[in-house]
């Protein structure tokens, strides 16, 4: 059974830092593609950051910010959120690629002073 479980959302102020994680069972995480998503108040969902195998690639509104990563050890996607802004305040979701996608059920990071 295929589960993703997002944590590690909340308060930040704007500047501050965040570590998302995405906790997988049920499949190997360096078997597939793996995304971040993001979809605020009024918008829709987003790609912010992807990774396969050792390429990333990054929504420009995030580049030189956010990061990426794995631990297959773990079987967990990270993504590193440094130097937030109040516009990146949104639930931020795990997406599995392949055949048949599966998400998490979100989480949810408020940037505010």
């Known amino acids: 059974q295929v589960q993703l479980v997002e944590s590690g959302g909340g308060l930040v102020q704007p500047g501050g830092s965040l570590r998302l994680s995405c906790a997988a069972s049920?499949?190997?995480?360096?078997?597939?593609?793996m995304s971040w998503y993001r979809q605020a108040p009024g918008k829709e969902r987003e790609l912010v950051a992807f990774i396969l195998d050792d390429s990333t690639n990054y929504a420009d509104s995030v580049k030189g910010r956010f990061t990426i990563s794995r631990d297959n050890g773990k079987n967990t996607v990270y993504l590193q959120m440094n130097s937030l802004k109040p516009e990146d305040t949104a639930v931020y979701y795990c997406?599995?690629?392949?055949?048949?996608?599966?998400w998490g059920q979100g989480t949810q990071v408020t940037v505010s002073s």
């Open positions: 997406r599995r690629g392949g055949r048949v996608e599966y």
């Open positions: 049920g499949f190997f995480v360096g078997n597939y593609a």
